[in-house]
């Protein structure tokens, strides 16, 4: 970047600037406004052509140009933060591996996922969707599932940002690199932002170590900043301990829905199921036994099942050099070596929460 790009001048001095360059005057104030864009533009057009741009160019360029030339800086800055924040995008099939009839889609369903792709119907009766999520449930229930999920509906950029991300220059800086994160996602466009393990960095502050406050508090400042930002970004946090979190998190004004994700019934262990077993070389399957045997199963276990049938197969015909198809017999022979993730004592624990916590 430029010595130029960084140049502060008083707004008479702006004026002065651009009436030397170009000809054109403008009042103090305006010229105050337009002349950092202008050090932006000269910046874009000499990465763009890899040489330096002289000034007077870029600031022809620019005022003739004015409102293109705005948008193209956004979007230049953008990409490169994008790729900084290592975006990826999710395919729109995800959403549909998710059964229609599991709750925490049909919530995300009419409070997200529409209002945000029927934006003119929205405006009219006042809606506002949410622009911060909290998910939580037991381990494995797919919370970062339907974070990708959402992302792929929505055909928004999916960033996760991990604790370890935070943590990378030691305990004492995580509050700092949080603030920078949140600062640089308030400047995004049509993103999803996930944080898992939130626990980690939003933890209760009653019995909080200096720095686990400091991080708490921090946080608490960044999401109002987000929410006021006029900006399609989504933060999505996912914990399976929401007790853990701090009390200031959890009421109103701070995150707009608290959204509980269980255990599985048959219809969604059947969507579920139906997918991973069109990904396999199937050959007779008895679906409905197969739902039965798979009680208390969530949807990491149900994944890792078919990773391990997957391999079986594979295995079983390189050593057969015969064509091996997975039947429901396949299935059930593995399906003992997998203990289910959810319990009786989980799923009770889970229930309380869901009624003093969930909101939406």
Known sequence: MTEELTESLAPELCAGKIFEISGTKFDADTAAVLWPRILQHKWLLSEKLARDVGLRVACIDFLENMEQARVEYLAYKGRDLLNELGARTTGKELWDTISESQPPKQIVQRRIIMPLTQQDLSKKHGVVPPKTIIFFGPPGTGKTHFAKAIAGALSWWFIEIAPSMLMVDGSEKVGVNLRLIM???RNLEEAVIFIDEFEEIAG?????????KSITN?????VPLL???????LLICATNYIRQLDAALLRPGRFDCIIPVGALNEDERATILQYYLSKVNIGEVDLDRIIKMTNRFTPADLEYLFQQVAQ???????????DYRVTTDTIFAIIPKIRPTLSEEVIAEFEKDSIAYSRY
């Open 183 to 185: 600062e640089k996602s």
């Open 312 to 322: 079986f197969a594979f295995e079983r015909e390189l050593e057969t050099r015969q």
């Open 218 to 222: 921090e946080f608490l400042k960044q």
């Open 204 to 212: 209760s502050r009653d019995e909080a170590s200096r720095v686990d």
């Open 227 to 233: 929410k006021n930002q006029g900006n399609k970004v």
